[in-house]
């Protein structure tokens, strides 16, 4: 098996082709994927057939999946979440940039995304190195903002908007509760050791010791900042598509440009640490 890495952009962002993730994976394979997930922050798989159960599996050797808060995943696979928009809907799940539920004291290591069925047209998503987002600002910004914590929030109004639809159709126990978190601004990686900014538009609220309209002004200007085009890549889907992004040091935001036509992925987020 010879295994062929393509990045797909200059920020972030790799195919990875010559694996076949239905087929069982060994040590040493995993192993390669693992550094080119540290390297290139999120790659890609086209062209794989998996289960749900095997989707579990590859999960797996990463790490261990965690159930998210507010939305029941599949009836036999609760660690799988549907992230779904109808024909009639309007809005799609996450539809704003973000990284996933920062809202917790242990925010996800990573996030696996697997098509199932996707519309004839439409519905990229986009994906921000945080490493670049954080290492362009200017020095002086970069001493100020390590001395920052921000606090998350699950009800911030752009981002809860999204999962509406679904919440009223398969809401959890949890689906009314307010999470809320507090992170450093500048988050260290625990594995490359690299600095990333660790806010995003859809969940912080504030810098602790701040209120709303104290923090706004900076916020307001990073939120700009780490999303500039030449810090992105841009995955267009198709039939048997994989997405594996590293949750501590990007933000993703998929597109809501295909207005009825269905579309359905199958998420399982990874168990991370307290950021630090």
Known sequence: ???????????????????DLARNL???????MRRALLDHLVIFFR??????????????????????????GLPDYPLITPILKLEHERVNFGGVWHADTTYQERPPMGTILVARE?????????????????????????????????ISSSNRADVSRTREDRVRDAGTAQAKQVMTAEHPVVRRHP????????????HTERFAGMTVEESAGLLQFLFRHQVRPEFTCRFRWQPGSIAFWDNR?????????????????HRIT??????T
């Not at 060994?26 to 390669?32: I, K, S």
């Not at 945080?130 to 914590?149: D, K």
């Not at 594995?191 to 859809?202: N, Q, V």
């Not at 993703?252 to 269905?262: E, K, L, M, V, W």
């Open 191 to 202: 594995e490359t050791g690299r600095r990333s900014l660790f806010i995003s538009t859809a």
């Open 249 to 265: 040091c990007t933000l993703h935001n998929p597109i809501n440009d295909y207005h009825g036509y269905r579309r359905l992925l």
């Open 1 to 19: 098996m010879t295994i062929d890495i393509r990045p797909i952009a200059g920020a972030l962002g790799a195919e990875i082709h010559g694996i």
């Open 118 to 150: 996707l519309p004839p047209f439409g519905g990229d998503t986009l994906f921000a190195n945080q490493y670049l987002a954080f290492e362009t600002l200017s020095p002086a910004l970069q001493r100020m903002l390590e001395g920052l914590r921000s």
């Open 47 to 72: 062209d794989q057939d998996i289960t749900p159960a095997q989707h579990l599996e590859f999960a797996h050797w990463f790490g261990t999946p965690v159930e998210y808060p507010f939305v029941r």
């Open 270 to 275: 990874l168990e991370g640490d307290r950021p």
């Open 26 to 32: 060994n040590a040493d394979t995993v192993a390669v």
